[in-house]
């Protein structure tokens, strides 16, 4: 009886004791509090994932002005009706996109289409941007939701007069001339090269300064399967020559390291950055990985050049050498 009696003693003893030790391994192994959610740290991947996509698609060359918050909006565009100006893409609620859902986000990025059915003039590159990936526009818009600062700077109205700024023809010129589909991996093709026509299509927009316009300031051609297809044009007064195999006047004679190089260093032995190319270097292609720069180079490399256009082969060679020839 005595013993049973210890026993019991020594039990009711031994259960503050428990419940103390219970108390110091939840004390010492707790995790403190945090404003963060569980899903948190996949959205902080996802947020830089989407700044890389900003990066490719070069979206602060037109939304941001010098000296002003990035992504702020104000970069004076011409369209063949009148002035307008790039729009404030922070989430700033009253002035940037800060209540736009991802679905308003993918409307107006891939489709060209704001809230409201308000249709976006081509100026912002939605023709192109409709080839983006399901998963680079949810990274997008992360980034902008949660990687750039909230800018309360208001939107310069257009100086396009009425009934020009009518926005509702745009709908029926995006019905001709801009895609409704993402990039489609061609299976025929390797995965650097579909990589390659995946940044050149969509988020790097190449054609919208190196192919052709046409009658209705589109693109003439917005793949491989268009031979106008970044076969050089006009604008703003500077020639953004073919990227294709044109021997002359078109990457012929690059190989895909000096692709490469143009493109990350700003030159290589055959050109030197200049003009509306700048500012594709300065923001967007110095900023890709080599792995994607590679994927461009394969891509560019694979479309044929026209003789038609560019003349019969090795024309220019010797003046091409010059500039490194003493006298040149
Ligand atoms: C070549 C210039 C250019 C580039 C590059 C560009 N935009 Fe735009 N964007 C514009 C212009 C101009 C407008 C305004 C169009 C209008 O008023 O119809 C606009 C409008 C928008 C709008 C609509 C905002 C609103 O509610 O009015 C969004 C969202 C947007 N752009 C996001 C982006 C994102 C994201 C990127 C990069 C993936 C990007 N833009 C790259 C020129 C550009
Ligand atoms: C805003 C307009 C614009 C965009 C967008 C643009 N380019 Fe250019 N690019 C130019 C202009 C203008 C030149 C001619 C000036 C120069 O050589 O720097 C040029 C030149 C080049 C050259 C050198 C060609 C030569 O024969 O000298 C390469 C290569 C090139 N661009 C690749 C690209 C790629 C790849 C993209 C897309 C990721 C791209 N560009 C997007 C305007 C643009």
């Known amino acids: ?47 830089s994932r989407g700044e890389y996509v900003a990066r490719l698609s070069d979206c602060v060359a037109c939304h ?78 992360a980034f902008f939701m949660k990687g750039v600062q909230p800018a309360a700077e208001a939107n310069i109205p257009s100086s396009i007069p009425w009934p020009l700024n009518l926005r509702w023809p745009i709908a029926l010129w995006n019905g001709l001339f801009a895609p409704t589909t993402a990039y489609a991996q061609k299976p025929d093709q390797d995965p650097l090269w579909n990589r390659g026509a995946y940044i050149v299509q969509g988020p790097g927009h190449c054609g919208s300064c190196h192919t052709p316009g046409g009658l209705a300031f589109n693109e003439r051609a917005l793949d491989e399967s268009g031979a106008p297809f970044l076969a050089g044009a006009l604008l703003d007064g500077w020639y953004a020559p073919s990227l294709r195999q044109d021997h002359n006047t078109g990457l012929g004679r690059w190989s895909e390291a000096e692709i490469v190089q143009f493109l990350k260093t700003g030159r290589n032995r055959h050109a030197v950055v200049y003009g509306a190319m700048t500012e594709a270097f300065n923001n967007s292609t110095q900023f890709m990985s080599d792995d994607d720069l590679s994927a461009i180079a394969r891509y560019l490399k694979a479309l044929p050049g026209d003789p038609r256009r560019d003349g019969a082969p090795g024309q220019y060679q010797a003046t091409a050498a010059a500039p490194d020839a003493p006298g040149a």
């Open 1 to 47: 009886m005595n013993n049973s009696r210890f026993a019991r003693t020594a039990g009711w003893l031994a259960l503050p004791c428990l419940v103390a030790a219970g108390l110091l391994a939840w004390y010492v192994t707790r995790e403190p509090a945090t404003p963060f959610s569980a899903s948190d740290s996949a959205d902080a991947a996802l947020v």
């Open 64 to 141: 941001s002005l010098p000296g002003k918050a990035p992504f702020a909006g104000g970069l004076e565009m011409a369209t063949p009706l009148g002035a307008i100006h790039a729009t404030n893409i922070t989430a700033d609620r009253e002035h940037g996109i800060g209540a736009y859902s991802l679905a308003d986000f993918d409307r107006a990025v891939r489709q060209g289409v704001a809230p409201g059915g308000r249709r976006l003039y081509p100026a912002m590159p939605y023709p192109s941007y409709a080839k983006l990936s399901d998963d680079d526009v949810r990274a997008l818009y």
